[in-house]
């Protein structure tokens, strides 16, 4: 089935380290790519997007995002995280027929201990 | 100040008894839509609307209606929820014209049906 995954579900590092999220679709063609954050208590936040050109984006708050067509990936990337970074973090993607509807990842709850 | 609003932002009830959840933004997007999020589902696309009195069933619309009858406001109504419907629920906005492709979303709403 046509889909978002997102494979870390919890993952839990120390200040500083550095941060991976995995995510994949299984959506042929092109497709646009959110990474949304939702801090807790609050509602999400665009982080940063991918449409096209330069695969590597980078968002706010010093996060960076690939695209990567032939592994259908678009992971999240942070060299250093800090406490203030702990939140839900969700990927989506928009279908090139379906004007605004995202579709939305499982999500990857990040805890960063100080 | 640019934002979506959801009244109320939490709410108890009991089965079968209905209620709306209003939703409100004042950049005066085109579309608007109805997301629930559930632990380890992410969010799930409701209804959305691209316009006043244009409104569509997203992917879990059962037991949901909506309305738009005025370009800023997309109430949520559950003529008789049930327990399956307890959920945080979020509501989201666009604009079709801006070229920015990104949806503003509003606060939440933690429903809890009894």
């Known amino acids: 089935a046509q889909s978002v995954s997102q494979h870390n579900h919890h993952v839990i590092l120390s200040e500083a380290a550095s941060l991976e999220l995995g995510c994949n679709y299984s959506y042929g063609g092109t497709v646009n790519l959110f990474w949304y954050v939702q801090y807790p208590g609050q509602h999400l936040q665009l982080l940063l997007k991918y449409f096209s050109g330069d695969p590597l984006v980078k968002g706010i708050k010093g996060f960076e995002a690939e695209f990567i067509k032939s592994k259908f990936s678009f992971n999240l990337r942070k060299p250093s995280v800090q406490w203030s970074d702990t939140a839900e973090y969700f990927c989506?993607?928009?279908?090139?027929?379906?004007?605004?509807?995202?579709?939305f990842g499982s999500g990857t709850r990040l805890l960063v201990r100080p | 100040e640019a934002q979506v609003t959801q009244n109320p932002r939490y709410l108890i009830t009991v089965t079968g008894k209905k209620l709306t959840v209003t939703c409100s933004q004042n950049?005066?997007?085109?579309?608007m839509s109805w997301y629930r999020q559930d632990p380890g589902l992410g969010l799930r696309q409701i209804y959305y609307?691209?316009?006043?009195?244009?409104?569509d069933k997203g992917d879990v619309p059962e037991g949901y209606k909506v309305s738009r009858k005025e370009k800023r406001n997309f109430p949520l109504i559950l003529e008789s929820p049930s327990p399956n419907q307890t959920s945080l629920y979020f509501c989201?906005?666009?604009?079709?014209?801006?070229?920015?492709?990104?949806?503003?979303f509003g606060p939440g709403t933690r429903l809890t049906v009894l």
């Open positions: 950049m005066n997007h085109e579309y």
């Open positions: 989201a906005s666009e604009s079709q014209t801006s070229g920015k492709n990104e949806q503003f």
């Open positions: 989506a993607v928009i279908l090139p027929d379906s004007s605004y509807k995202l579709i």
């Open positions: 609307s691209m316009n006043v009195e244009v409104t």
